[in-house]
């Protein structure tokens, strides 16, 4: 067993930073590296991605982080645990393979499957947001649970250079090689709970080392552009110091570590996750040298009888068109164009919504400048049934160009088509995980 052991975060979201997890490789130190990059309307595109292509829906950049990580994964004997299989764990394993072949690399890839819970759904379960069945939300696309640690553990014990998952809860992606490490038990939810903690803390990336924290001048973080990602040195305990790689930019801090404490944390007394109900009240943090932060204290009390499990629904297109007015009365002109275009549209859109970027998109008219604004961009959004439909919105704020009002430039327009995500929950003992491993051998 286990008296300590480093674990790295290298990614926080599917379109983080790819060098951030290089670095911690090479002259971190670690024993795992995580990579967290699902988010919920992350694992629904991606479901949408796998029914048009069997052979996709992974992480889109799966082979970029791979092509950079495998071979010092490997060097440096560092166990990668990420949930970049995203709808499609089995894809992405072969895709590693595949990777592993063209650079002629030996690896060992066990793909945890089981969230994808589509198929035990009937529609009629409650949303948690809104108390009413499912399918009067729309065409329903996905359901995912949120596995926790236990099919990490199966694939641990096979000692793979590599585990890959689809929906797991973001810090049992943490809490799993704890467990594996110091052969804590599954019911000691003191330990779980600390465990947990860690995890949360290291989730973000590089949040905890500054980058969400900082708001210059009050909240000033050295050398930002070179952003280093953290890394918790855990005990048997789940003591954890939290660090950064010597020489990389950002700032691991009492402040920066309770931010992202709180962050996205709604009921600190009884954090729910797949593996225990935390307890963050008990945490304690303690300052134990530049850039790192001690973290102690984290408490649990039981396992949830049900995992949150998040449903993708088709919601509908989004019509969006951009266009910029600049110099003299700017606002004016804009402000006439958005007048324009909503009157023409409102016989076609019964939501439609108008901006005035860098005036009033992000607190309306509550906190308006005294100074008139020298540029305007003005955009326009209205949602639809139909891609066509949506498409109109564009159009309009095109036509601005020659039919006025004057100095309109820069138009750009978009239809995209809106995933909406509501959230149920499913009895555990109804799911059920598997492990499959796959190997590229050298000659």
Not at 19 to 25: D, G, K, Q, S
Not at 204 to 225: R, S
Not at 420 to 433: E, M, W
């Amino acid at each position: 067993m286990r008296k300590k052991i480093r674990i790295g975060c290298g990614a926080g979201f599917s379109g983080d930073r790819l060098e951030p997890a290089r670095v911690l490789v090479e002259q971190g130190d670690l024993d795992y590296l995580v990579l967290e990059c699902l988010a919920e309307r992350t694992i629904a595109l991606a479901q949408k991605r796998k029914q048009k292509d069997a052979g996709l829906g992974y992480d889109p950049l799966l082979e970029r982080r791979i092509d950079i990580l495998l071979e010092p994964l490997l060097r440096k004997k560092v166990t990668l645990i990420t949930n970049m299989g995203a709808a499609n764990p089995i894809a992405a394993a072969q895709r590693i393979v595949a990777v592993a072949k063209s650079r002629d690399l030996p690896v060992s890839i066990v793909a945890v499957t089981g969230d994808d819970v589509f198929t035990l759904l009937t529609g009629n379960e409650l949303a948690t947001e809104t108390g009413r069945p499912i399918k009067e939300a729309g065409t329903l696309l996905s359901a995912n649970a949120y596995l926790g640690v236990e099919g990490i553990l199966d694939a641990l014990r096979l000692r793979p250079n590599i585990i890959i998952t689809g929906r797991v809860a973001d810090p049992s992606l943490f809490l799993a090689p704890m467990i594996h490490a110091f052969n804590w038990s599954r019911d000691d939810f003191n330990l779980l709970g600390q465990g947990t903690v860690v995890g949360h803390l290291l989730e973000c990336a590089g949040q905890i080392t500054g980058g969400y924290f900082a708001d210059p001048p009050l909240k000033a973080v050295p050398d930002m552009e070179h952003l280093g990602h953290p890394f918790a040195d855990v005990s048997e305990d789940g003591t954890a110091l939290i660090s950064k790689v010597a020489g990389t930019g950002g700032v691991v801090n009492l402040h920066t570590a309770k931010e992202q404490l709180l962050y996205e944390v709604v009921n600190p007394h009884a954090y729910f996750t797949p593996d225990v109900v935390a307890n963050f009240t008990t945490v304690r943090l303690e300052q134990v040298g530049p850039d790192v932060v001690k973290v102690s204290g984290g408490s649990g009390t039981t396992r949830p009888p049900t995992f949150k499990t998040s449903v993708g629904y088709q919601a509908l297109f989004l019509g969006e068109g951009e266009i910029t007015y600049a110099g003299p009365n700017a606002l004016a002109r804009a402000r006439h164009a958005g007048d324009i275009v909503q009157k023409r549209l409102t016989p076609f859109f019964s939501d439609l919504r108008v901006d005035l970027i860098g005036h009033n998109s992000v607190h309306g008219e509550s906190f308006i400048a005294q100074q008139q604004p020298y540029e305007v961009r003005l955009r326009i959004a209205g949602k639809a049934l139909t891609a066509e439909q949506a498409a109109l919105v564009g159009e309009e704020v095109e036509a601005l160009y020659t039919n006025g009002p004057a100095g309109g430039g820069g138009v750009r327009k978009y239809v995209n088509e809106v995933v909406g995500i509501v959230s149920v929950l499913l009895d555990r003992s109804k799911v059920v995980h598997q492990t499959n491993q796959y190997r590229h051998e050298t000659l």
